[in-house]
């Protein structure tokens, strides 16, 4: 019996780990954009990081937020620490997408306290890497 290892990209890769939940939906995602490039004959396009950001989101932090479930809370700051640990170059468009669909719509309502009793380095890792001064 022989293995494949495939990657889904850095983001799902890394929602893959931390969110189990979210595994199907994941699947779901890269079969359609799989389906998307074959039916094309064109190179595999990987599922777009402003998409796996919003659904992280979604899915998993803002019900975390909401219903202030600190385990949930912890993970998701650990996703985001992850996410900010690929580095500047060449993965700025994850650091992007991760602002662009997640922070910036936390930011305005989430009480920094929980977050940072949550996953006090990743909140911090988070509030450096965005200059986030309200926190």
């Known amino acids: 019996m022989s293995t494949i290892e495939m990657s889904l990209g850095s983001i799902a890769d890394i929602l893959w780990r931390k969110t189990p939940e979210l ?26 990081p402003f998409e796996l950001c919003t659904l ?21 700051l650990e996703v985001i620490e992850e996410i900010l640990a690929l580095g500047p170059v060449p993965h700025e468009i994850y650091a992007n997408a991760l ?3 997640v922070i910036d719509h936390i930011y305005p ?27």
Do not use: C
């Not at 079969?31 to 190179?43: I, K, P, T």
């Not at 911090?124 to 001064?133: T, V």
């Open 23 to 48: 595994r199907i939906r994941l699947a779901e995602m890269a079969a359609d954009d799989l389906r998307y490039s074959a039916e094309r004959n064109s190179d595999v396009i990987i599922v777009s």
């Open 56 to 76: 992280f989101r979604v899915d998993i932090m803002d019900p975390a937020m909401r219903d202030g479930n600190m385990q949930m809370l912890r993970r998701s």
């Open 99 to 101: 602002f662009h669909s």
């Open 109 to 135: 309502t989430a009480d920094p306290e929980i977050l940072h009793a949550a996953n006090p380095a990743a909140f911090q890792a988070m509030k450096d890497a965005y200059g986030l001064d309200r926190w």
